[in-house]
């Protein structure tokens, strides 16, 4: 019979391995919902356009290479748009709740 301890770890373990693989889901396809999203560009100082570039991309699931298109950019800066704030997402994942 385990331990209350070993088990209460047990169950620690799972959940954390839980949100990694939730996570790597994620970065995989990079995307995300819009409240996500509104969680992520919370207190950054990105401008409107910027915002909007990521949201289109992360939310929307539009490729880089069309936004850029469509806004006359180049790919590279739609790109760290993009990076900026799908870094600030991944910052912000907690990985202790369950």
Avoid: Y
């Amino acid at each position: 019979m385990k331990s209350p301890v070993v088990s209460k770890s047990m169950r620690f373990i799972d959940a954390i391995s839980m949100r990694i693989q939730e996570s790597v889901i994620t970065v995989e396809s990079k995307s995300m919902t819009e409240e996500t999203f509104a969680q992520a560009i919370q207190s950054l100082d990105q401008g409107d356009q910027s915002i909007d570039i990521a949201r289109r991309v992360l939310v929307s699931g539009e490729r880089e290479e069309d936004v850029a298109n469509s806004l006359g950019l180049p790919t590279h800066s739609v790109s760290d748009q993009v990076q900026r704030i799908w870094q600030r997402h991944c910052a912000t994942i907690d990985l202790s709740r369950p």
